[in-house]
């Protein structure tokens, strides 16, 4: 699980990352890249900082459609408490970001990913009502979870910045929290 975690992280750090559109991610002068980080910013470091914003950005944009849009009670209380916790990360994890030097800009955008939430899921999501949305967003917000779990035990093995590596313990730990409370959830 370690050499997958880590294997994940390395893969994005080099610009391994599937896209929905019909070309694939390439990397141009203008990508930022570890060596644009401050010293203490390692490729492993950089690059699960620009993916876990993002990530945590989008899984709230899905959870904050749960009050319009969820037919259950459980799942509007479930997409509530998650947001909570990751808006507070989210913060933490914008503000590591500026420290590395990083832009706000996500490079992932329109990456298809493990626990990403992409802008079609999003749409599918806003057209969703009910028991459909109810499925699809469950669906969603456990994969982000799960894969927060993995990407931060990547980050924690092989990340140089001791902040960014704390901030990945307590992302990991909610992401199992949440992963736990959200299996509970029909």
């Known amino acids: 699980m370690r050499r997958q975690a880590l294997g994940v992280v390395v893969a994005l750090a080099m610009g391994g990352c599937a896209t929905t559109g019909p070309g694939t991610a390439t990397p141009s002068a203008a990508t930022p890249s570890a060596a644009d980080a401050p010293a203490a910013f390692n490729p492993t470091d950089v690059a699960w900082l620009q993916l876990v914003v993002p990530m945590t950005e989008n899984a709230l944009s899905a959870a904050r459609l749960a009050p319009d849009h969820a037919t259950s009670t459980a799942v509007r209380s479930a997409a509530d408490a998650f947001a909570g916790p990751q808006d ?31 802008a079609a899921d999003l749409v599918a999501l806003r057209t969703d009502r009910g028991p459909a949305f109810d499925r699809r967003l469950l669906a969603l917000l456990r994969a982000h979870a799960a894969q927060l779990v993995v990407l931060s035990r990547g980050e924690q093995a092989s990340g140089a910045d001791t902040g960014t590596r704390e901030l990945a313990r307590d992302v990991g730990a909610e992401g199992a929290r949440e992963t736990e409370a959200l299996a509970k959830t029909a």
């Open 88 to 118: 507070r990360l989210l913060v933490r994890l914008r503000a590591v970001r500026d420290r590395a030097g990083l832009p706000a800009s996500g490079i992932h955008s329109g990456h298809r990913m493990p626990g990403m939430v992409t």
